[in-house]
Nanobody
Framework: QVQLVESGGGLVQAGGSLRLSCAAS?????????????MGWFQQAPGKEREFVAA????????YYADSVKGRFTISRDNARNTVYLQMNSLKPEDTAVYYC???????????????????WGQGTQVTVSL
């Protein structure tokens, strides 16, 4: 069984920071190792669709961000630990959402932004930014 487990969410004041982690475990993703997966972060606010936040290629060489988080959020990964991170700085109330990590095998500038292109999902972690 493959598992993606997010952690690090919480309540923070506007302007503050949080660091989300997503740890992958279980049988090696149907025979593929963690490094072969592009990893993404998505957010979903109440009543809204799941939206792309950031993604990172298997070796970390390609990184993608939504325009709304560029310059504030940083995605990274540690393949030795099967973990991907999302450092969130200068948080705004509009960043409030459940944040999900996801693993996929198909990487294009277009596909990494599409939830349907990912094969595995975590259960999500709540991030709440207050005024």
């Amino acid at each position: 069984q493959v598992q993606l487990v997010e952690s690090g969410g919480g309540l923070v004041q506007a302007g503050g920071s949080l660091r989300l982690s997503c740890a992958a475990s279980g049988r090696t993703f149907s025979g593929r190792t963690f490094i072969t997966y592009v990893m993404g972060w998505f957010q979903q606010a109440p009543g809204k669709e799941r939206e792309f936040v950031a993604a990172i290629s298997g070796n970390g060489g390609n990184i993608y961000y939504a325009d709304s988080v560029k310059g504030r959020f940083t995605i990274s990964r540690d393949n030795a630990r099967n973990t991907v991170y999302l450092q969130m700085n200068s948080l705004k109330p509009e960043d409030t959402a459940v944040y999900y990590c996801a693993a996929g095998t198909y990487e294009t500038t277009y596909s990494v932004r599409r939830p349907a292109r990912y094969d595995y999902w975590g259960q999500g972690t709540q991030v709440t930014v207050s005024l």
